[in-house]
């Protein structure tokens, strides 16, 4: 452990005075970030949550039968992919089954998830940050890449024995499939992007309010979900039947609808467990060295509040420092202060929210 500590302040140093690689090496783990995320949503979605039900079905006769009398093919999903599902079903009403037979429906479906970001990378560019934006783009691209190319239509690939063993039940469906959305956006969230879709706008609101993400992707995904629901039970073209069409009954869109609000909370507390990127926490500091305020101050972008106290065993005079800082940060402030003053009491607690300056690194 000394040696790993050693080797890693050693590289840090080497980067502070080399801004150029340091720039290279930031640049080369948001793209491995962004790459893995992508690839975990396109095979969440593909495996879980819309998957090739015929070529799954065709791994063993009978595979995966579902509730009696239900049709839960397809569960309906959250933010652009979600949107991309309502279009398909207006699609399918309006008779363009040419667009959604087995041959073109990943190649629509992924080219409409891109499309519909585009007007989200807009906002993102110019009212959150440049960089935030293009790997925003760049996820999203990847994920209908990854969407498109990644094989489904033979019972033999791996996407459908993955949905053959974990996906016979419903709700391990929305387990597994609410896991990987909620850790694809995640991720994004890890490096100040976002997978796309209704997170950029999620993101926006949530800097602007300082408030947690999950709740505001939430209330944009129950409006897309419920949209869907009802454009499944809509009576299609006559020349089809509603098997091949894909058209539910009632009950079956209620319980698409139920199990998808389960798979949005899922996601919710997967993001919001992961991304710590506005959680907040209250440092309460008991040092004797005044000066501790000071070395905090210039370590950190955050003002602090500091009282006169004294110890009630010692009686001796202290000072107790009140700062609020971001829950990543709190580590950071405990090292310094330990460093500083050996002796320190330090209590973190968690908040739920800050009102007033609280000032945080604008996003790039």
């Known amino acids: 452990m000394y040696y790993f500590k050693k080797f890693k302040k050693k590289v840090i140093d080497y980067l502070f005075d080399h801004p150029v690689q340091k720039d290279v090496l930031d640049n080369f783990y948001c793209l491995l970030v962004t790459a893995l995320s992508s690839f975990i949503f396109a095979f969440g979605f593909k495996a ?17 039968e579902m509730v009696e009398g239900l049709n839960i093919k397809t569960l309906a999903s959250c933010g652009a992919s979600g949107i991309s599902q309502v279009i398909l079903s207006i699609i399918k009403i309006c008779g363009g089954t040419y ?13 409409l998830y891109l499309a519909i970001n585009i007007p989200l990378f807009l906002l993102a ?10 790997y925003s783009l760049l996820n999203v691209g990847l994920a209908s890449l990854f969407g498109i190319i990644l094989p489904n239509s033979s019972p033999n690939d791996f996407i459908n024995q993955v949905t053959y063993a974990l996906g016979q039940d419903i709700v391990s469906r929305v387990l597994f499939g609410g896991l990987c959305t909620g850790i694809a956006s995640a991720l994004a969230y890890h490096i100040e992007s976002t997978a796309g879709g ?10 602007k309010k300082s408030v947690q ?7 944009f995904n129950l409006i897309t979900v419920s949209t869907y629901s009802i ?16 058209e539910v009954a009632a009950p079956s869109a209620l319980v698409i609808f139920l199990f998808t609000l389960f798979y949005m909370v899922l996601v919710t507390v997967v993001v919001d467990t992961i991304n710590i990127q506005n959680k907040k926490v209250e440092l309460q500091i008991m040092t004797s060295n005044y000066n501790l305020s000071n070395v905090v101050l210039a370590n950190i972008p955050h003002g602090c509040t500091v009282l006169d106290a004294r110890g009630g065993y010692t009686g ?3 000072y107790v420092i009140y700062m609020s800082v971001r829950k990543k940060e709190a580590k950071k ?21 800050v009102y007033g300056r609280f000032y945080r690194k604008p996003i790039k």
């Open 198 to 207: 209704t997170d950029i706008i999620a993101y926006y609101i949530s800097e």
């Open 99 to 111: 667009l959604t037979d087995n041959l073109l429906l990943d190649v629509t479906y992924w080219c």
């Open 213 to 219: 993400i999950g709740k505001w992707s939430a209330f």
């Open 48 to 64: 879980f949550i819309q998957p090739n039900y015929a070529a799954v079905a065709a791994i063993e006769e009978g595979a995966l």
């Open 316 to 318: 001796k005079p202290l």
């Open 231 to 246: 454009l499944s039970t809509i009576p299609l073209d006559p020349a089809f039947t509603a098997a091949e069409m894909g």
């Open 333 to 353: 402030v405990v090292r310094i202060c330990r460093k500083v003053d050996p002796n320190v009491f330090i209590n973190v607690m968690p908040m739920d929210q």
């Open 125 to 134: 560019f110019f009212k959150v940050g440049k960089r935030f934006a293009i």
